[in-house]
């Protein structure tokens, strides 16, 4: 999960390894269902609809939000979520919402800092620091990636991996 047009359908498909099974876009907002993927029978990855998107309309927003946290809060299988932040941004008063559904979930995060390739290697590192102390999320769980050059894809892949074996 993660605010519109952060790169949630191009991390799936980088972690996937196929180019377009999740439909990315230029224009925010083009996720706009959960859409679901099984991946080798062994687990299901849910691209779930953006928050934030500001050209939603309001009725649009309010289902989208309440999609996302119906789906958190009654999914008894979900193991755990893999949150979107984009490197080049402050958290928003949104994703700082997120922060607190999750954490009254109590589910455990995987926090992908995406687009590192947008930015050199210091400002990344320090960007990166930036967002996670800002949402008070711990170092080991937070991975920088980038959908383009595959940045920490398989680091994110083996994380899940063990997100799964320890649920
Ligand atoms: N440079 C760069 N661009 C990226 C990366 N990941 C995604 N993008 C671009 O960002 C835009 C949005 O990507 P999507 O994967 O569609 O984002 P999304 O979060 O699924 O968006 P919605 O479904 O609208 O909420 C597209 O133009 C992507 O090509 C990345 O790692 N690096
Ligand atoms: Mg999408």
Request: contains cysteine.
């Amino acid at each position: 999960m993660g605010r519109s047009n952060v790169g949630k359908s191009s991390l799936i498909n980088a972690l996937i390894g196929r180019k377009a099974l999740a439909h990315t876009s230029k224009t925010p907002g083009k996720t706009r269902t959960a859409n679901v993927y099984n991946i080798e029978d062994r687990f299901y990855l849910v691209d779930l609809p953006g928050y934030g998107y500001a050209r939603a309309s309001k009725s649009e927003r309010h289902g989208f939000q309440s999609l996302v946290q119906a789906y958190l809060s009654t999914r008894q299988e979900l193991a755990g979520v893999v949150w979107l932040l984009d490197v080049r941004r402050d958290p928003s008063a949104e994703d700082r919402a997120a922060a607190e559904l999750l954490s009254e979930r109590g589910l455990p995060v995987l926090a992908a800092i995406t687009k590192a390739d947008k930015l050199g290697s210091g400002r990344r590192a320090e960007q990166a620091r930036a967002i996670s102390a800002a949402l008070e999320l711990e170092e080991d769980q937070c991975i920088v990636t980038s959908a383009r050059t595959r940045d920490g894809i398989q680091e994110l892949g083996d994380a899940i991996d063990a997100l799964l074996a320890a649920g």
